[in-house]
């Protein structure tokens, strides 16, 4: 038996004790979603402390099986394996074949043998396979043996039915598998915070759902293009996700006629608040997930966000709030949303925004306001005019075309 396989590996899941069974069965079912459109040949079985993927109806994995790996929350550590027969000679083939694979320029490193049993009545122990091992990769290929500071690191894992041999090891993204904690729904703009603010959101465990406040009448597609384009990146975490689309344009300026000054960014995300936690009630979220980070810009001043916090009931997650820019561009960068944030659109926060925020708010001051501007109906015209988008990540747009749209009926009902 030789077959190529991909070792998923979960670090926090072994802290999670009697619970421990079902945050590894919501791990492998998003594993399956992950890997779904690769094809009917990949294979996903659980060992223990361990997740197996493999494709034995295929000559080889499919190209795109690492990279996907690696995408997958609640994985954190990614290690390409041979599987071979349960025996020290079969191990030791293995071992000599992945080294020639990793240097095959004929150099030789510096070299190490990890070896552990799963299961103890292996006829080797530990210390006599690392042996035997590392004795074959240093007389066949003239690899130096450095058990401090290795080049390159063989780890051999026994099995009760058969060894794993591995000679590369690739960082995952860690934490929760997505859905463990729940659902939440997160407001996202086409700036660095919010998407960073999902992926932290999706890393506890929370499935994210994402509302988009646009300008429009009042300004162009742009944006509404761009939350759409972190979203579908977003997705790729989740295996997919729903993004509804809200204009505001009517509303900022209603807020402006109504004489809301310096209180119209609060009053204006108080709004945002209110009318996202109605989606999330429809959809079935218990949370809301912002990418306020605490003294960034005069709105998220240690007041305002507390305002804003008061205008919602259902609990309000800020999972950047003691980051500061530099860290979260760098993330929105190590996750692909960078790129996208950095392209041009029209901001609806910035539209008809006074010349100076208010950074002391009170809610007893921005209700004033709302009763003249008849919130409850303000909510209800917006989630009326909400678009819903379902996105696929898997799935690619034609040039040209737009994201597919649907209305949700349930949206404008929402309670």
């Given amino acids: ?3 190529a396989c991909v070792l998923l590996k979960h670090g926090e899941l072994a802290l999670k004790g009697r619970n421990r069974e079902r945050f590894e069965h919501q791990l492998i079912d998003n594993v399956r979603r992950a890997l779904d459109d ?27 099986l690492l990279e996907r790996a690696r995408e997958i929350i609640g994985v954190s550590v990614v290690q390409p394996a041979l599987r071979v027969d349960r025996t020290p000679e079969a191990a030791v083939a293995a071992a000599l074949e992945l080294a020639r694979e990793a240097r095959p320029d004929g150099s030789r490193p510096r070299f190490a043998v990890r070896a552990k049993r799963r299961h103890k009545d292996f006829p080797l122990s530990s210390t006599q396979l690392n042996a035997l091992i590392g004795a074959a990769v240093n007389a066949e290929l003239g690899w130096p043996v450095d058990l401090s ?38 407001l996202i703009s086409g700036g660095f915070d919010s998407p960073v603010a999902a992926h932290r959101a999706m890393r506890r465990g929370l499935a994210c759902d994402f509302v988009h406040f646009t300008g429009a009448p009042l300004t162009g597609p742009s944006s509404a293009y761009k939350a759409y384009a972190l979203v579908r990146r977003l997705a790729r975490f989740q295996s997919g996700a729903r993004l509804w689309i809200v204009p505001l344009g009517h509303v900022q300026k209603e807020l402006s006629l109504a004489g809301a000054g310096s209180l119209h960014v609060v009053a204006q995300r108080r709004l945002m608040i209110r009318t996202a936690e109605r989606l999330a009630r429809a959809a079935g979220a218990q949370a809301l997930v912002t990418g306020d980070s605490l003294g960034q810009v005069s709105s998220q001043t240690l007041s305002n966000l507390a305002t804003v916090e008061q205008a919602a009931t259902l609990p309000l997650l800020r999972p950047l709030l003691a980051w500061d820019k530099e860290e979260i561009m760098a993330e929105a960068d190590r996750l692909g949303t960078g790129e996208i944030s950095r392209l ?12 100076s925020v208010a950074t002391r708010t009170t809610a007893s001051s921005l209700e004033r306001l709302e009763r003249r501007l008849d919130v409850e ?11 819903l988008l379902h996105l696929t990540p898997g799935r690619e747009e034609s040039p040209g075309t737009g994201p597919e749209e649907r209305r949700e009926p349930s949206a404008a009902a929402a309670s």
Wanted: charged share 25%.
């Fill in 149 to 186: 500071h290795p080049d390159v690191e063989m780890a051999v894992e026994v099995d009760r039915r058969e060894i794993f041999v591995s000679a590369a090891r690739y960082s995952g993204l860690g934490g929760l598998p997505v859905g463990c904690s729940g659902r939440a729904m997160a």
């Fill in 38 to 64: 690769l094809g009917p040949g990949v294979r996903v079985r659980r060992r223990r402390g361990v997740i197996v993927l493999s494709a034995p109806g295929r000559p080889g994995l499919p190209p795109t």
């Fill in 1 to 3: 038996m030789r077959q």
């Fill in 377 to 387: 109906a303000t909510v209800d015209g917006l989630l009326a005019k909400a678009r």
């Fill in 344 to 355: 041009p659109d029209e901001d609806c926060c910035s539209l008809l925004a006074p010349r």
